[in-house]
């Protein structure tokens, strides 16, 4: 198959009406070479300008394993230690408690048994949950101390001090449970750094991978290249979205919020996010030793913590999967849903909320992204309204797997 024929296989899949995509673009690189690159759609529903190579979309949870490889660096330079609690650099959550039941009362809690610690963070086995997730009380507690998700208007300290009057959804280390984990691991970054969050990426990942047109905002030179927010109304239509779904955004950050997500927050590009994804196959600057990437890109989880991992009450990791530290891990790949990241065993990759994703195989070189703006509201999602970008995303995955 040549590349010409990719690229035009990959257009097809980003049009395909199935689909329901006002636009995407999509790249597949193996071995230092890139070997295709396609863009449809429009960025902007409104102005009706295509998406490019260079636009600018949200990539919300590809936002993890960025912030994940600056937590790494410091654990190299010997700043914490993987079983060292978190109290030192957030001693608001130094005394937990942990909910009896996750739909029960707020009051009704046990004792924390241990500390949170820096690999609970790293591998969403603290605790903390995303209040969404989990309706009824816990959820509205969450909307309440933390504002959203993305565009808070808390400030870092007052977010921290906030998510320690809630309880835990679960004992520290007891298993996964995806959430906040990740933004909290930011702020300590920020404060073992003595530096706001942006300014530790910006220096320690973007500048010397040359990314430069990722960041908590779009830079204003880059503002005519940026995704509009595109969602679906009620009748599952391709609409322009006034705000995040839930809440968790704002169409126009202002300038003077503090709050950033590592979780969440990110901006970026196709050609930004593949000079952060060499990192996983070796091809560009290295910023983790060796050993450190196979720490982050092998399962940490037990057997038991893969079959009760979950995401909004889906199971995640049953079959298929494991989790490393900021990204999943191909474990069984008869099994692994290419959504999530396929390939042989050790592929590695992680998702984003609003149609995002990535993989990359560590055995070949090959590495597979795909970047849109298809923002979903949970009651879409059990509606079925949506779900065409899962398709899109699973045909770039088979693509990936005839090189």
Not at 350 to 363: I, K
């Amino acid at each position: 198959m040549t590349n010409a024929t990719l690229e035009a296989h990959m257009t097809d899949i980003i049009r395909a009406p199935e689909h329901r995509l006002a636009g995407a673009n999509a790249l597949l690189w193996r071995r230092g070479e890139l070997v295709a690159v396609a863009c449809a759609g429009v960025r902007d529903l409104d102005a009706g300008l295509p998406v490019e190579r260079d636009t600018v979309f949200r990539i919300a949870s590809m936002s993890k394993p960025i912030t994940t490889v600056a937590a790494l660096m410091l654990l190299e330079e010997g700043r914490f230690e993987l079983d060292e609690p978190i109290n030192r650099w957030a001693p608001e959550l130094g005394d937990m408690r942990v909910l009896r039941s996750p739909d029960g009362p707020l009051g009704d809690t046990v004792p924390a048994a241990r500390p949170i610690t820096f690999d609970d963070l790293l591998t969403h086995r603290s605790g903390l949950t995303y209040g969404a997730f989990w309706p009824g009380p816990l959820a509205d507690a969450y909307d309440e101390a933390l504002g959203g998700d993305i565009d808070s208007n808390r400030t870092p300290d007052a977010w921290i001090e906030a998510l320690g009057t809630l309880p835990l959804i679960d004992q520290p280390g007891a298993t996964l449970h995806y959430g906040h984990s990740t933004d909290l691991l930011g702020f300590i970054i920020a404060r073992i750094e003595g530096a706001p969050l942006e300014a530790v990426l910006a220096r320690r990942i973007f500048a010397p991978l040359g990314m430069k047109d990722t960041g908590f905002t779009v830079a204003p030179a880059a503002s005519s290249r940026r995704a509009g927010d595109q969602g679906f109304d009620a009748a599952g239509n391709l609409t322009t979205l006034r705000g995040g779904p839930g809440g968790a955004f704002l169409q126009d950050r202002p300038e003077d919020m503090t709050f950033v997500s590592g979780g969440q927050g990110l901006w970026s590009t196709l050609d930004d996010y593949l000079a952060f994804a060499r990192l996983f196959v070796g091809d560009g600057p290295a910023l983790l030793r060796p050993e450190t990437l196979a720490l982050m890109t092998t399962n940490r989880l037990t057997p038991a913590q893969r079959a009760s991992a979950e995401v909004g009450g889906m199971p995640l990791f049953t079959h298929g999967h494991g989790y490393g530290m900021g990204v999943a891990v191909v474990m069984e790949p008869q099994q692994a849903l290419p959504t999530i990241c396929g390939g042989p065993a050790g592929t590695v990759g992680w998702p984003g909320g609003f149609g995002g994703w990535w993989q990359a195989n560590l055995h070949d070189g090959t590495i597979a992204l795909f970047l849109t703006h298809n923002m979903l509201e949970r009651a879409q999602l059990a509606q079925g309204i949506g779900h065409g970008v899962f398709g899109a995303i699973t045909e770039v995955a088979k693509l990936a797997e005839t090189l």
